[in-house]
């Protein structure tokens, strides 16, 4: 990276969140070589992240997690900003906790802002069945997609495409929401072991 010179024009304060994550290093390390003033946050049980340790960074701050106590971090937060003055904040976080701060957007004081899309963009990019539909409606091609809300709307979903000629499809059937650990288990369905693939169905926890 080479610095930059931004902060010769406007000094911020900056907030970025997300601190284990290797992408809050490069961005907390980017806006401190422009010259801005850096915080960075990151939820429990990571309050040791490598993030906090980094040269740019002048404080770093150990939140609750959104999407367990959302009143106490939202009042983290607004405290924080408070506090340091912040005027931009950096989410680098896991999609499900994007969305939170895509949300706070609207709470926080008119100077402030959130490097995210405002809370409904995000919530409908974030669901993997209403990305999809976004790239229909704009003609975009893109996978067969179903929303399946419950397992009988997977097993249905199966079973009528059984009752057509085969036409070669697999489909991957993940949480429309993310989930770090189902995210890893992908099968190609369907498959000839019906048992295990309900089985499978069933472990993909729609709601």
Not at 3 to 27: D, F, H
Not at 83 to 106: F, G
Not at 139 to 144: A, Q, V
Request: charged share 25%; hydrophobic share 35%.
């Amino acid at each position: 990276f080479e610095k930059g010179s931004s902060a010769e024009k406007r000094q911020l304060n900056i907030l970025v969140t997300g601190g284990k994550m290797s992408k809050a290093s490069a961005v907390a390390r980017a806006c401190g070589r422009d010259g801005h003033k850096v915080f960075t946050a990151e939820i429990m049980p990571y309050q040791f992240c490598h993030t906090r340790f980094c040269g740019y960074v002048t404080k770093h701050y150990v939140l609750p997690r959104p999407t367990v106590q959302p009143q106490e971090w939202e009042a983290t937060i607004m405290s924080i900003v408070k506090e340091q003055n912040i005027d931009l904040i950096i989410p680098c976080t896991a999609p499900i906790e994007s969305s939170a701060y895509a949300h706070l957007r609207e709470k926080l004081p008119a100077n402030v802002r959130v490097f995210a899309f405002d809370g409904a963009t995000s919530d409908e990019l974030d669901n993997k069945y209403t990305f999809n539909q976004v790239l229909v409606k704009a003609g975009l091609p893109c996978p067969e997609t179903a929303a399946m809300e419950c397992l009988q709307d997977a097993l249905d979903f199966f079973k009528e495409r059984e009752s057509k000629p085969d036409d070669g499809k697999k489909f991957i059937v993940k949480p429309a929401v993310y989930d770090p650990k189902a995210r890893t288990e992908i099968l190609f369905l369907p498959i000839d072991d019906k048992h295990r693939q309900n089985e499978y169905l069933k472990s993909r926890n729609a709601t």
